[in-house]
């Protein structure tokens, strides 16, 4: 394969997985993939926190229910309780991207 290629190829690879990749801060992190209200996530641990990233398209319809589902993911994927009103977006009311601070039990 040419290097023309071996590029075209890796942009498009990177292309992909961006749709899914944590904030800089979050990189390396293990995935967690859950589906809470019919909505599949990818959320990333770090401590009493989370990153959550909306892995499906929200219709306007469904934009209501999105982050009482960020939330349950967060909480379903550390066993932790997620903390009410602690969903943050990122990006604007909208954005695919939420941090969530957790209630984990010391011990």
């Known amino acids: 394969m040419t290097f023309a ?5 890796l942009a498009l690879i990177l292309a992909l997985a961006g749709c899914a990749t ?8 293990p995935r967690h993939d859950v589906t809470a209200g019919g909505i599949r996530m990818a959320v990333y641990l770090r401590g009493d926190e989370a990153q959550v990233i909306r ?3 929200a219709r306007r319809a469904d934009r209501p229910r999105v982050g009482a589902a960020m939330l349950e993911a ?4 550390s066993g932790c309780a997620a903390v009410p009103g602690s969903l943050r977006p990122q990006g604007g009311a909208d954005s695919a991207v939420a941090l969530v601070a957790l209630d984990c039990p010391q011990g």
Do not use: T, V
């Open 22 to 29: 944590p904030q800089p801060g979050w990189l390396g992190l």
């Open 74 to 77: 967060a909480s379903r994927a």
């Open 5 to 9: 290629g071996r590029a075209a190829s």
């Open 55 to 57: 892995l499906d398209r």
